[in-house]
Nanobody, 121 residues
C-alpha cells in the first residue's frame, strides 16, 4: 500500500509562487502532479518517471517538478501563477513503471486527496 499526502496549497495573487509537497511512503518509479477543476477532466501537469521529467506545455518554464529521494517527498514549484492555474492539485504514483503515457491518469495506481491552489486578485 502506498500513501500520498499533499500539502502546500494556498490562495495567492497572480504572479505569486507556491511549492506543493507530496509525502510518499515507499519507493516509487513514476510520480506525477495532476490538477482538476469542477466539471473538467483531471489534467496532467508534470511527471518524473525513472528519472526523466515531463511537463505539459502550459506550465513549461513556470512549474518545476523535483523529488527528494532521501525524504521521500515529491515537490512542485509553481511560479508566475495565473488565475487559470486555480485547481485542486493531486499527486499520483506508480510503483513499477512498465510503460504507458506519463500524462494519462490511468497510468497511475495511487492518488492523494489533493491540495487546493487558488489564484485571484
Amino acid at each position: 500500500q502506498v500513501n500520498l499526502v499533499e500539502s502546500g496549497g494556498d490562495s495567492v495573487q497572480p504572479g505569486g509562487s507556491l511549492r506543493l509537497s507530496c509525502e510518499v511512503s515507499g519507493y516509487i518509479s513514476g510520480m506525477a502532479w495532476f490538477r482538476q477543476t469542477p466539471g473538467k477532466e483531471r489534467e496532467a501537469i508534470a511527471s518524473i518517471v525513472t528519472g526523466k521529467t515531463y511537463y505539459v506545455d502550459s506550465v513549461k518554464g513556470r512549474f518545476t517538478i523535483s523529488r527528494d529521494l532521501d525524504k521521500n517527498i515529491l515537490y512542485l514549484q509553481l511560479n508566475r501563477l495565473q488565475p487559470e492555474d486555480t485547481a485542486m492539485y493531486y499527486c499520483a504514483a506508480k510503483v513499477f513503471w512498465s510503460g504507458g503515457s506519463w500524462s494519462s491518469p490511468s497510468s497511475y495506481d495511487y492518488w492523494g486527496r489533493g491540495t487546493q491552489v487558488t489564484v485571484s486578485s
